[in-house]
């Protein structure tokens, strides 16, 4: 039984995040990365606040909230460049690319925190940047990088960083709470550099519906996410759930009609193949 639970977690956060992830590009490419990124703060927000009224409050020290705080500045301007990335071209490159921060997260956890990691984790470290490199080139011959690359690279870097200090911080406070506390500040910021511009926000009903999914379903994820812990069954779910860019893969060709290049393909295997390989070590 508690087999099949770690399967069904994992699966679930697999499966909602990669149609989070896919769909996003449907209001991203309709009113552009920055009116995305607004709202899908405040709903990713108000999520998370939900969900925090069923798990006991933490004690929570100033210095780390103000941990969290530096940490909301590089998580926004991940969160930001991974919707331009997305603006700028197909989903099926970005999210691959971005998703890959794990590899990146665990060279900086080995080096800022001292942490230890099989060697077996080494060559899959490797394969996975390799993998990185061959999607984000979009033609072989002359090496051409593609358009989305350059954001899709500096939301992993800043996915890697983020993510591995709020990490850090959840072996003390839980799964909720320092994400809920980074999505306050990240909204704090995105509302105080609104209110210095004319920049003038539109809500569009049309799209104001997909925004909500997205953001659900990404936080409903995340909640499973951090559930497989309690059951005992990490070691099967996360890997299950680290697979989610081959849901966004199979979604963009439905959806969008987006190709990759086969050398593109490989690339988008090897990742996955490395993002699983590595949440197994």
Known sequence: ????????????????WGVSDAIIRIPTKAVGAYQTLFYNRILQFAYFLLFALFVPVPQIEMWQVGALMAISVV????????????????????????NSWGALGTVLAIVLLNESIPQAAVPIIAAIFVGVVLVSISKLSGLKISKEAP???????????????????????????????TEGFMLLWLMGMHAGTEHK?????????????TAFLFALGFVLFATAPAYGVASVAI???????????????VLYKEELEPHQLIGVAIIIL????????
């Open 151 to 181: 954001f899709a690279l500096v939301a992993m870097a800043g996915w890697a960083i983020a993510y591995t200090g709020i990490d850090y911080f959840a072996k003390g406070m839980g799964q909720i709470y320092p994400l809920l506390i």
């Open 201 to 213: 926000l539109k809500l569009v009903p049309k799209y104001f519906g997909i925004m909500c999914l």
């Open 75 to 98: 998580f926004l301007i991940a969160k930001y460049a991974i919707l331009r990335a997305i603006n700028l071209g197909e989903v099926s490159i970005a999210f691959p690319i971005g």
């Open 274 to 281: 490395g993002i699983v390989g590595l949440a197994l070590c």
């Open 239 to 253: 890997p299950l759930a680290t697979a989610s860019p081959a849901v966004v893969v199979v979604l963009a060709r």
């Open 1 to 16: 039984m508690t087999l099949e639970i770690g399967v069904l977690l994992g699966i679930g956060t697999m499966l909602l």
